[in-house]
């Protein structure tokens, strides 16, 4: 569970054409060999402990590639050195990971030359006042919290899995709204701030909805608030809840609809090495309050039967340990993918049944090792003082009117990953028609490709 993932560097020709170039050598060995002559024991090779280590870290099985070496920087200026060098490179191949998070190959690694590995790039710092966190791009969510829960800081960050959606983004919106400020290395190994208020503002605003290839980010600045304990965790149930769960949502979602809870609903298919089936929901809820059992999460704490709950009073850092996907997603290939659309009571038993379907035919092949769940959640609020990063319409509700209907597989067998791949795209294809025929799509740049698919979660697959 790593910070926001780091933005992979982007340089226009034009930029390259400029500068200097070193050699037109495209033997990627000899790339790293230039790499390591200017950051001296800072790049890893085949066979040596930090090379294995870095590359058993990423997220999933398909995210492991090889590359010819790993580049190892601890700071900015390592950074800005690798970018510049790169520069003069033109057929250099290089990708640059934060936390290994994407499951796309290719997206955080590469099989055939240059890795930036980001991670060392961990600190994380309190200003003076208490009113910013300064987190490098490596730094893991836990590292984060072990340092601002003994101050009672919080910040707005991704939940788990990096969504950009936390406890408290029903109340205080996206996390991309909450940073003050990016140190970004550009493409010529500039280090630069880039803010609302300075000459990078475009950038700043980029960088928080364009993700990929506009710089290196090698430091967030992190708007904080004062908080100590809330409720939350996890709360799992039978299969057969899961009308009793649409139901909750719906009522959820309704006029008493609570600004300070927040829920990911989610729907699970497990196979064991035999191929046999096991069914559950699990509502991940918190309330951005200490308050025992609170009335906006009653629709789904009322539900009976329960299989067991981890519900309780914590701070920030029990709760990001409990949610670290862990071993489960490292040991497993990954498919994340998505669709946002416009809520409404009618639309989710409709899309639920979809995923049903689909968890049929899935059944029926006695698939082995196979973990597949739907989850359903919110999208924060629109606060005031938001760039409108998102291009959301003045005086919309996203809270309110937007759904993310989210679509994670885990399975073991690389032969599976063929099937695995078409029948998810054929799924993400029949949701999409559904919200289409509806005429629930949204129209902001929550959107990768018809109908409006979140951007973190932009498979290979999908239609841009």
């Known amino acids: 569970m790593r910070f926001i993932s780091a933005l992979v560097t982007g340089a226009s020709p034009l930029l390259l054409l400029a500068t200097p170039v070193l050699t037109l050598n495209t033997d990627p060995s000899s790339h790293c060999a230039i790499i390591s002559l200017v950051l001296p024991g800072k790049v890893a090779f085949p066979g040596s402990e930090s090379y294995n280590a870095s590359g058993t870290s990423y997220f999933g099985l398909q995210g492991r590639l090889g590359p010819a070496c790993i580049a190892l920087p601890s700071s900015a200026d390592d950074v800005a050195t690798i970018v510049g060098t790169l520069a003069k490179l033109p057929d250099a191949v290089f990708a640059i990971r934060s936390g290994g998070h994407s499951p796309n190959p290719g997206w955080a690694n590469t099989a055939h030359g240059i890795t930036i590995d980001l991670q060392s790039l961990n600190e994380v710092h309190v200003s003076s006042d208490g009113s910013i966190a300064s987190v490098g791009s490596g730094a893991c969510w836990v590292d984060v919290h072990k340092v601002l829960d003994p101050l009672e800081l919080e910040v707005i960050r991704g939940k788990f899995w990096q969504r950009g959606i936390s406890a408290f983004s029903p109340s205080r919106g996206w996390?991309?709204?909450?940073v003050v400020n990016f140190q970004v290395v550009l493409a010529s190994g500039e280090i630069v701030d880039a803010n609302d208020s300075n000459e990078y503002a475009d950038l700043s605003i980029a960088l928080k909805?364009?993700?990929?290839?506009?710089?290196?980010?090698?430091?967030?600045?992190?708007?904080?608030?004062?908080?100590?304990?809330?409720?939350?965790?996890?709360?799992?149930?039978?299969?057969?809840?899961?009308?009793?769960?649409?139901?909750?949502?719906?009522?959820?979602?309704?006029?008493?609809?609570?600004?300070?809870?927040?829920?990911?609903?989610?729907?699970?298919?497990?196979?064991?090495?035999?191929?046999?089936?096991?069914?559950?929901?699990?509502?991940?809820?918190?309330?951005?309050?200490?308050?025992?059992?609170?009335?906006?999460?009653?629709?789904?704490?009322?539900?009976?039967?329960?299989?067991?709950?981890?519900?309780?009073?914590?701070?920030?850092?029990?709760?990001?340990?409990?949610?670290?996907?862990?071993?489960?997603?490292?040991?497993?290939?990954?498919?994340?993918?998505?669709?946002?659309?416009?809520?409404?009571?009618?639309?989710?038993?409709?899309?639920?049944?979809?995923?049903?379907?689909?968890?049929?035919?899935?059944?029926?092949?006695?698939?082995?090792?196979?973990?597949?769940?739907?989850?359903?959640?919110?999208?924060?609020?629109?606060?005031?003082?938001?760039?409108?990063?998102?291009?959301?319409?003045?005086?919309?509700?996203?809270?309110?009117?937007?759904?993310?209907?989210?679509?994670?597989?885990?399975?073991?067998?690389?032969?599976?990953?063929?099937?695995?791949?078409?029948?998810?795209?054929?799924?993400?294809?029949?949701?999409?028609?559904?919200?289409?025929?509806?005429?629930?799509?949204?129209?902001?740049?929550?959107?990768?490709?018809?109908?409006?698919?979140?951007?973190?979660?932009?498979?290979?697959?999908?239609?841009?």
Request: aromatic letters at 12%; hydrophobic letters at 40%; charged letters at 20%.
């Open 175 to 178: 996390a991309c709204d909450n």
């Open 209 to 464: 909805c364009g993700q990929n290839n506009l710089g290196v980010v090698t430091r967030f600045d992190l708007r904080t608030f004062r908080h100590g304990l809330y409720w939350g965790g996890n709360l799992a149930y039978p299969d057969s809840t899961g009308e009793a769960q649409l139901a909750a949502y719906i009522t959820f979602k309704g006029p008493s609809y609570d600004p300070l809870a927040e829920i990911e609903q989610s729907f699970m298919y497990a196979s064991s090495p035999n191929g046999s089936a096991y069914r559950s929901c699990l509502n991940t809820m918190f309330y951005a309050e200490p308050v025992v059992n609170p009335n906006g999460l009653r629709p789904f704490s009322d539900i009976q039967p329960q299989l067991f709950s981890t519900m309780r009073l914590a701070n920030a850092t029990a709760f990001a340990e409990e949610l670290d996907p862990g071993q489960l997603a490292r040991s497993t290939y990954v498919i994340h993918t998505s669709v946002t659309f416009r809520f409404t009571p009618e639309i989710l038993p409709r899309v639920f049944a979809v995923w049903k379907d689909f968890r049929r035919r899935i059944e029926l092949t006695r698939m082995a090792n196979l973990t597949f769940v739907l989850t359903f959640m919110d999208i924060p609020t629109q606060l005031p003082h938001s760039r409108k990063s998102f291009g959301f319409p003045p005086n919309s509700y996203p809270d309110r009117e937007l759904f993310l209907a989210l679509f994670s597989l885990h399975w073991m067998d690389a032969s599976y990953s063929s099937m695995i791949t078409i029948e998810a795209r054929i799924l993400i294809r029949d949701i999409e028609d559904l919200v289409a025929d509806a005429d629930l799509r949204t129209h902001s740049c929550m959107r990768t490709g018809p109908p409006g698919g979140k951007i973190q979660y932009a498979d290979m697959g999908k239609r841009v």
